[in-house]
Structures are given as structure tokens and as C-alpha cells.
């Protein structure tokens, strides 16, 4: 099947290759008998219950320590997950995501439009994690963001050290004392979505928390959840100074991204539109090379911790 998605042909030349491997496959394909005696297989539904509780709360107390943390599955985290998980298949990883739909901006392109633009040399993510494209010289074309979005996340949920938990919020992060007595990031705290945008309504909802050697953050420009981890950090006097997003220019945005991805505090790794919020980098639109390398410069920096 890998090779029905090898992205660096030309696409007129895909259809054909896709038909023929096609009317190969087909005579593999399973096939389906949904007549009258047709029925499931019995299940109780306490069966249905356990089976997704168990594996929850395993995974709760498997990641309650983890490695690292990725807070924001959108373009640059879900990226740097993909990157993290299978260039370390050791390390456990866990990505929490806000939402209940993982992805982010990155569904569309811009605005309502489906494709999604890829500068060059971003293209060869592309080609690793498969995802077919239009050449257009200095950019490539995906069809449909939700293609790349939806490929990237199957990539990096499948691996069997990585674990998202969604519809959950990091509303602060841990800062401890390492063992030679300086300070720096050591998890995160989180509750459900639904619970931290109500606390209003009901006192003292506490929270959960994940301890972890590294925080990746990627959790976009500020909005009402976005540039979290940089804004708690400010608040915090961890981070002297926040910059600002400013007005769009594609060529220099994207070029500042992937630069000024880095360490921003001890334990603290942010990627993404974030960045644009503690640098000051112009907004870059629609074009997503520079989210793509900048989660991959990310777990570059975080593997670098790693190794200290
Ligand atoms: O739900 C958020 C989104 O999926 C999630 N998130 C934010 N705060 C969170 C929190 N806890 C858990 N406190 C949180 N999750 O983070 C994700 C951020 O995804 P994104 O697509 O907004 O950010 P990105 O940096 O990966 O990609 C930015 C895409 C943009 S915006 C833009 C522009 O306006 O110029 N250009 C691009 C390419």
C-alpha cells in the first residue's frame, strides 16, 4: 500500500500508477457479507466500558511520568511527535491536546480553502511521511491540508511510545529544583477541556499532572488557549520579555520560526506559532513548511537534552 502514496512522482503519472496497483490489490481486498444473516458479535456493554477505561487509566499511570510532553497537537506538535517517536523509540511521550479534535489549524489551508501550501526544502517531510503533492518549482501543493493532518497523525499516533490525550488542557506547568538546585520546567498540570474553561462555575476542580524531563510547547499564537506555555512562563517571571506576533510576512516568518525554535527555559521547548508570541515574529498565514521544520527543529532540541 506504501506504494500508493509515493509523493515524489508527478501526479498525472500516480492516477495510472494508482489504477494498476489498485486492480492488483482489489483481488486481496477482504470482502463484506452485510445480507439478512448478517449480525455482530455479542458484547455486554460493561465490556464496551472496561475496555476503554482500562487502557485510559493504564496509559494515565504509564505517562503520569513521562519524558517528554508535547502540549498542542497542531502542524509543529503533532510533527515533533512523529519526529521524536521514531527517531527515539525509547522515550515515552505524551501529547496533550485542548481539543477534542486533534490537528489544530492545519484541516485547511487558509481560510475555507482545502489545499495547503508547503514551501521547499520542506517538501522532503513530505516524502518521509508520504504525503503526495503537486510540484510548483520553489512550493509544493497537498490537495487537501486535511491529507497532510490526518497522514502526519496517523504516523505518530500508531508508534507504540507515543499517547494523546485530548479534550485535556495544560493549564500550569511544574517548575522544580533539578538535582544541582537550579530551577526548571518538570510537567505539567491538566484537567479536562470542559472543566478548565468552566472554573467559574464550581470551586476548586484540581487538577491532574504529568511529571516529564522536557515540555515540547506548540500550542500556536494567542488566542483564547494558544502561546499557553510561553504566556504562563511570562506570567511566572520565568520568561523576562513576551514579543508579540507581528503583521504577516511569509519570507521572514517562516525562516524566524525555524531559527528561534529552541530551549526557552530550562525543561522548556517551544515550536510553532507560540514562538511568534515570546520573539515578536510576523504572522506567516497559510503556508506550513515552517510549522513542519519547526517541530522537527523542536525534537531536534529536545533530543538534545536528552544527550546533556
Ligand atoms: O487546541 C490547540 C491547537 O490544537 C492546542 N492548545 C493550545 N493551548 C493548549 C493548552 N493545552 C493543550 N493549554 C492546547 N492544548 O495547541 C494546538 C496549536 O495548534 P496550531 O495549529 O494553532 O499551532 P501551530 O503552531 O502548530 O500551527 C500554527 C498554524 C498557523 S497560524 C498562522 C497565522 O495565523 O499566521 N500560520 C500558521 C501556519
Known amino acids: 500500500v506504501q506504494n500508493l502514496f509515493k509523493s515524489d512522482l508527478p501526479v498525472e503519472k500516480d492516477v495510472a500508477l494508482v489504477k494498476n496497483e489498485y486492480n492488483t490489490l482489489a483481488k486481496s481486498f477482504p470482502t463484506y457479507q452485510l445480507d439478512d444473516a448478517f449480525n455482530f458479535s455479542p458484547i455486554r456493554e460493561s465490556t464496551v466500558s472496561r475496555a476503554m477505561t482500562r487502557r ?105 511510545n507515543i499517547k494523546l490525550f485530548n479534550a485535556t488542557a495544560v493549564e500550569d506547568l511544574i517548575v522544580k529544583a533539578d538535582q544541582d538546585g537550579n530551577q526548571r520546567i518538570a510537567g505539567v498540570v491538566t484537567n479536562w477541556t470542559l472543566v478548565s474553561l468552566n472554573h467559574g462555575l464550581q470551586s476548586c476542580m484540581d487538577p491532574n499532572t504529568i511529571n516529564a524531563h522536557l515540555v515540547l510547547s506548540a500550542t500556536g499564537h494567542d488566542g483564547p488557549f494558544g502561546a499557553f506555555c510561553v504566556k504562563r512562563a511570562h506570567q511566572a517571571g520565568l520568561v523576562p520579555h513576551l514579543g508579540d506576533m507581528r503583521p504577516l510576512d511569509m519570507n521572514r516568518s ?38 513542519m521544520f519547526s517541530g522537527i527543529k523542536a525534537a531536534q532540541e529536545a533530543l538534545n537534552v536528552f544527550e546533556e
Not at 93 to 107: D, L, M, R, T
Not at 266 to 280: A, K, N, R, T, Y
Open 56 to 160: 485510559y487509566f493504564a496509559d494515565l499511570d504509564k505517562y503520569a511520568e513521562s519524558d517528554i510532553v508535547i502540549v498542542g497537537a497542531g502542524s509543529a506538535g503533532l510533527t515533533a511527535a512523529y519526529y521524536l517517536g521514531t527517531r527515539r523509540p525509547d522515550l515515552k511521550i505524551a501529547i496533550i491536546e485542548a481539543s477534542v479534535a486533534p490537528g489544530g489549524g492545519a484541516w485547511l489551508g487558509g481560510q475555507l480553502f482545502s489545499a495547503m501550501v508547503v514551501r521547499k526544502p520542506a517538501d522532503a517531510f513530505l516524502r518521509e511521511i508520504g504525503v503526495p503533492y503537486e510540484d510548483e518549482g520553489e512550493y509544493v501543493v497537498i490537495k487537501h491540508a486535511a491529507l497532510f493532518t490526518s497522514t502526519v497523525m496517523a504516523r505518530a499516533l500508531s508508534l507504540p
Open 254 to 291: 517562516e525562516n524566524l520560526i525555524v531559527k528561534g525554535t529552541r530551549e526557552v527555559y530550562p525543561g522548556l521547548v517551544v515550536s510553532g506559532m507560540e514562538l511568534s508570541e515570546i520573539d515578536g515574529a510576523n504572522r506567516m498565514g497559510p503556508t506550513f513548511g515552517g510549522m
